[in-house]
């Protein structure tokens, strides 16, 4: 916890980050690294989609519903990955419109490409876009342009501890998003992190409503 009103930010250091091409591609984490062949994406960041992809197995659970968030408890584990660009994630999403798709997604993750190890760590994210591009459309935790920080003690990109353990003890934590006064709040435990302001959406997608709760 820093000085009276400022908060955390994480900071990426350049030398663990593991994605190819230049630093507008890491970004946008598709953008022009999407018009490469598959062999020279090895590294580079893959999105929490809300949708199907040949690159994603998952389980998931929906409800198709006019609402304004969601909350749940998501189970925290920290699953082995060996390459960079391997990921494991345990996430909520509020989304709407198919074409193309917008979303507020929170939960965990682990994905070396990002943060340059294979910790288990808490996550934000967004897209305006349907996942095409990022330059202010879309991205993870405070990346990219769009996510407001407001607490002073918890912020995306924290290392989450402990975790459960296979026969063992299990840990589990509290998310909710919500839409209040223009904005779609992130709450990490009983903290309220921060925030995407509804106006980075369009009318017929999050701005006003989402339609769909994803686990």
Do not use: C
Not at 8 to 23: F, Q, Y
Not at 73 to 101: D, G, H, K, T, V
């Amino acid at each position: 916890q820093g000085p009276v009103g400022t908060v955390p930010v994480l900071r990426t250091d350049p030398n663990r980050i593991h994605a190819i091409g230049p630093v507008q591609d890491f970004l946008s984490k598709y953008g022009d690294a999407s018009s490469r062949p598959l062999e020279s994406l090895t590294d580079d960041p893959p999105q929490p989609q809300d949708g199907s992809s040949a690159n994603h197995f998952y389980a998931t659970s929906r409800q198709t519903v006019t609402n304004f968030g969601a909350d749940g408890f998501i189970n925290l584990w920290q699953p082995f990955a060996l390459f960079p660009r391997e990921m494991s994630i345990a996430q909520m999403s509020i989304s709407r419109a198919s074409f193309p798709i917008q979303t507020v997604e929170a939960g965990w993750h682990v994905l070396g490409s990002l943060y340059g190890d294979y910790s288990t760590r808490f996550f934000v994210f967004y897209t305006t876009t349907g996942y095409a591009s990022g330059g202010g459309l879309g991205g993870y935790n405070a990346v990219q342009l769009g996510w407001v920080q407001t607490s002073t003690t918890m912020f995306p990109g924290t290392i989450l501890s402990p975790v459960s353990v296979l026969g063992g003890a299990q840990y589990d934590f509290y998310v909710r998003v919500q839409l209040f006064s223009g904005n779609w709040w992130v709450q990490f435990q009983n903290e309220w992190v921060g925030y995407y302001p509804a106006s980075l959406f369009a009318p017929t997608g999050l701005q006003n409503q989402g339609a769909r709760a994803s686990f």
